[in-house]
């Protein structure tokens, strides 16, 4: 599988997760200052859903370890997850499917016998040596390593 295949073998694996959670817009809600003992845990509140069918219905909220060691932040893990909901990373994904076919090897390349993977044809984007620095970002994204085994 050459490089641009596998790139949107995965962005189109993360995009069908992404379609299939629940809708968002996700939102972090804070109780804290609520006064009631049963919203709240350490004033971190939890992620809900703002969907039009499912409206705030919830999505995440911390487990409740009474014992939170160093480093543990639930509040802001709450934050990080709302903040990462199914939009963001459908519309993430659609953005990297077209930077991807923007950035594909060039048909009219001088280096037509050059297997598609290699490096030494030409980015039909940006006339640059596929894979283009583009290219090579959107794997480093993805954590697909290049043709020259580094990931970038």
């Known amino acids: 599988m050459i490089l641009h295949e596998r790139i949107k073998a995965a962005v189109e694996q993360r995009l069908t997760l992404a379609q299939a959670a ?34 705030g219905g919830a999505i995440a909220a911390p487990s409740g370890d009474l014992y939170p060691r160093s480093g543990y932040s639930p509040k802001d893990d709450m934050a ?10 459908i519309r993430d994904c659609t953005e990297d499917l077209w930077l991807l076919n923007e950035h594909a090897l060039d048909p009219n390349s001088s280096h037509l016998f050059c297997d598609p993977g290699c490096v030494g044809g030409d ?20 954590d697909i390593p290049t043709k020259d085994g580094a990931n970038g």
């Open 22 to 55: 629940t809708p968002g817009p996700w939102m972090h809600v804070d109780y804290a200052g609520s006064g009631d003992p049963d919203c709240t845990f350490m004033g971190c509140g939890s992620v809900i859903t703002m969907g039009e069918n499912v409206l």
């Open 123 to 142: 980015c039909k984007r940006c006339g640059m040596e596929y894979p283009c620095r583009q290219l090579r970002s959107l794997a480093r994204r993805y």
């Open 80 to 89: 990080f997850i709302a903040d990462n909901g199914p939009d963001r990373i």
